[in-house]
């Protein structure tokens, strides 16, 4: 059974960081394209980034580009997401997400993050 | 970036009847030469994770009732729900996978009347 298990998120000041993990099982890890997507009460389900099998390859949506970096550790059948610089319109659910062409088969139960002075 | 408009935002149908929901796309959605149309449907009960229903605007994914049925192509389409069960109330997303960054409509909840 695939199973995706997120953790890291919290409180955090504007300006802040935070790095986001997620475990996962089930499958061939080191196969697949993974993702991070976030959901908010205001814009919805929003996808924030990719990274391929390897690791090689990083996508971004622009509003997190240069604050946001997805990592991948294939050994630990882990992915990553270091937060900096964080704004309160970061403030989300996030959710670590298996990608198939592109669109996610597969999402953990989310881990918030919430930003706040 | 590719818009992606849902309607109606919700909609009450009663047990049995069919519900229809709209996804419309600011660009068509056939957009490589392999001519299928990049559009998946998800749906998301309360306190869960959203869940892929179709992929390929079409195409279910294993397990999925088949009273779930995507349809339409280029810009405009529709998940269809044909005879409405208690345990579909939910919100519905469409997600276009064409290209980065990929969208998501807004939602439409459903709910029995």
């Known amino acids: 059974e695939v199973q995706l298990a997120e953790s890291g998120g919290g409180l955090v000041q504007p300006g802040g960081s935070l790095r986001l993990s997620c475990i996962a099982s089930?499958?061939?890890?080191?196969?697949?394209?993974m993702a991070w997507v976030r959901q908010t009460p205001g814009k919805g389900l929003e996808w924030v980034a990719t990274?391929?099998?390897?690791?090689?390859?990083?996508y971004y949506v622009d509003s997190v580009e240069g604050r946001f970096t997805i990592s991948r550790d294939n050994a630990k059948y882990s992915l990553y997401l270091q937060i900096n610089n964080l704004r309160a319109e970061d403030t989300a659910l996030y959710y670590c997400?298996?990608?198939?062409?592109?669109?996610?088969?597969?999402w953990g139960q989310g881990t918030m993050v919430t930003v706040s002075s | 970036d590719i818009v992606m408009t849902q309607s109606p935002d919700s909609l009450a149908v009663s047990l049995g009847e069919r519900a229809t929901i709209n996804c419309k796309s600011s660009?068509?959605?056939?957009?490589?030469?392999?001519?299928?149309?990049?559009l998946g449907w998800y749906q998301q009960k309360p306190g869960q994770p959203p869940k892929l229903l179709i992929a390929?605007?079409?195409i279910r994914e294993s397990g999925v009732p088949d009273r779930f049925s995507g349809s339409g192509s280029g810009t405009d389409f529709t998940l269809t729900i044909s005879s409405l069960q208690a345990e579909d109330v939910a919100v519905y997303y469409c997600?276009?996978?064409?290209?980065?960054?990929?969208?998501f409509g807004g939602g439409t909840k459903v709910e029995i009347k």
């Open positions: 089930g499958f061939t890890f080191s196969g697949y394209w």
């Open positions: 660009q068509s959605l056939l957009c490589r030469a392999d001519k299928k149309n990049y």
């Open positions: 390929w605007a079409s």
């Open positions: 997400a298996r990608e198939k062409w592109s669109l996610f088969d597969y």
């Open positions: 990274i391929s099998p390897d690791g090689s390859g990083q």
């Open positions: 997600q276009q996978h064409c290209s980065n960054p990929f969208t």
